[in-house]
């Protein structure tokens, strides 16, 4: 059958077909989170534009991607997990994309993979004191360590214990055991990370004209090499770096009330503490 196919269709089309559907199936797996579901309409957009012969490029799968998303889950935009998905995709696209390459061994590979998580943990750092106050230092180092790890270690067992249920829940059961027991071992290293003092950086929330600032301090900083005026980057960052939050002023409070279901909590800020009183349920 396969020979009588590729008469009619190239193998390399096959192999596209073949492809997006077993990416289709991990999918469904994964829960169709919005980054799962970003990465599979790429693909799809790009397996389409293989197929009918068209040029195109990364940025229009992405962008594709990101209309087919928001037409089926308009809600999702307000979703952190959905800005941040398309835009780590996006600062790779822009750190890689119209690059020279210095090479294809693994030492330059090791270096790029590397840079690619930097650069991604660097541009994203200000979306992540808007939206979350504090931002994580060691995510380059986790991810360049646990990213592989997961890839190829823990997340082919899975699915291959999943597949092999119906057939053998024994086998399919060792597996499981076995990608247990490579997430245990790579547990120490996680809590090691996280516990650092280093781990992650508290900062107030940016107002909009120093995020702004921020980002196009980012955009020059990650701009190719011999591109003009880079430095002026690090200058755009200063602000958002010693951004502080505004405080009551001395002998002045303010006070919230906070409703979460479970009884009624009233958060009292000074100029110097935050008190907290939790009257319980009752």
Do not use: C
Not at 24 to 31: E, N
Not at 164 to 183: E, F, H, N, R, V
Not at 203 to 232: H, Q, S, T
């Amino acid at each position: 059958v396969p020979v009588t196919l590729m008469k009619h269709i190239p193998a390399q089309q096959l192999a596209m077909l073949a492809g997006l559907g077993v990416a289709a199936v991990y999918a469904l797996l994964a829960g169709l989170s919005i980054p799962t579901q970003r990465a599979l309409l790429m693909l799809g957009g790009f397996v389409l534009m293989l197929l009918l012969k068209r040029n195109f490029k990364a940025i229009n799968a992405m962008a594709t991607a990101l209309f087919a998303i928001l037409l089926w889950e308009p809600v999702s935009v307000l979703s952190a997990g959905f800005w941040f998905s398309f835009l780590a995709v996006s600062v790779i696209f822009y750190v890689f994309s119209g690059r020279l390459s210095n090479g294809h061994g693994w030492r330059i590979r090791l270096r790029q993979w590397g840079w690619m998580q930097f650069s991604i943990a660097f541009a994203l750092f200000p979306f992540s004191l808007l939206l979350f106050q504090q931002t994580s230092l060691i995510s380059p180092l986790a991810n360049l360590i646990l990213v592989p790890y997961v890839s190829f270690l823990v997340v082919p067992l899975v699915l291959l214990a999943l597949l092999l249920m119906p057939l053998s829940s024994l086998l399919s059961g060792y597996l499981l055991i076995a990608a247990d027991k490579l997430l245990a071992l790579i547990w120490p290293v996680i809590e090691a990370l996280s516990m650092h003092p280093w781990a992650y950086w508290v900062k107030a929330a940016p107002d909009w004209p120093i995020l702004l600032l921020a980002l196009i301090g980012v955009v020059l900083l990650l701009a190719p090499k011999g591109f003009p005026a880079r430095w002026r980057g690090g200058l755009m960052l200063l602000p958002i770096i010693i951004n502080t939050a505004d405080r009551p002023a001395a002998g002045d409070f303010e006070t919230a009330l906070l409703v979460v279901g479970q009884g009624l909590s009233v958060a009292v800020r000074t100029r110097t503490p935050v008190l907290v009183f939790d009257s319980g349920n009752k």
